[in-house]
């Protein structure tokens, strides 16, 4: 069982920057992929980025690619993502999500059996 906490949401302008946290619980935390989602208003909710378990695989979606950065502290059982140059088309709730198993297609969201409640991000043009 894992449990997620996201933190770090809030409004920005267009270019600046946003930390998302995701404070983790239980016992398989360090076992897990970790993945970002993101769901705007009237959207589907989105693939943003994944982690796996060791830090080295990661993968983003293609919007964020070069912008979004997602690590993981093992120690502190905790996922961020990093946003930069953050855009309007940005805005909508990130979710943090957890898997147990192997690194196998992380981009769907599908296959994730754990969810934070959200969090918030707005950016202004």
Do not use: H
């Not at 076992?31 to 769901?39: A, E, L, P, T, V």
């Not at 009237?42 to 796996?52: M, S, Y």
């Not at 979004?68 to 943090?96: G, H, W």
């Amino acid at each position: 069982q894992v449990q997620l906490v996201e933190s770090g949401g809030g409004l920005v302008q267009a270019g600046g920057s946003l930390r998302l946290s995701c404070a983790a619980s239980g016992r398989t935390f360090s076992d897990s992929i970790m993945g970002w989602f993101r769901q705007a208003q009237g959207k589907e909710r989105e693939f943003v980025a994944a982690i796996g378990w060791s830090g080295i695989n990661t993968l983003y979606a293609d919007s964020v690619k070069g912008r979004f950065t997602i690590s993981r502290d093992i120690a502190k059982m905790a996922v961020f993502l990093q946003m930069n140059s953050l855009k309007p088309e940005d805005t909508a709730v990130y979710y943090c999500a957890a898997r147990p198993g192997s690194w196998y297609y992380p981009v769907d969201s599908k296959t994730y059996r754990y969810w934070g409640q959200g969090t918030q991000v707005t950016v202004s043009s």
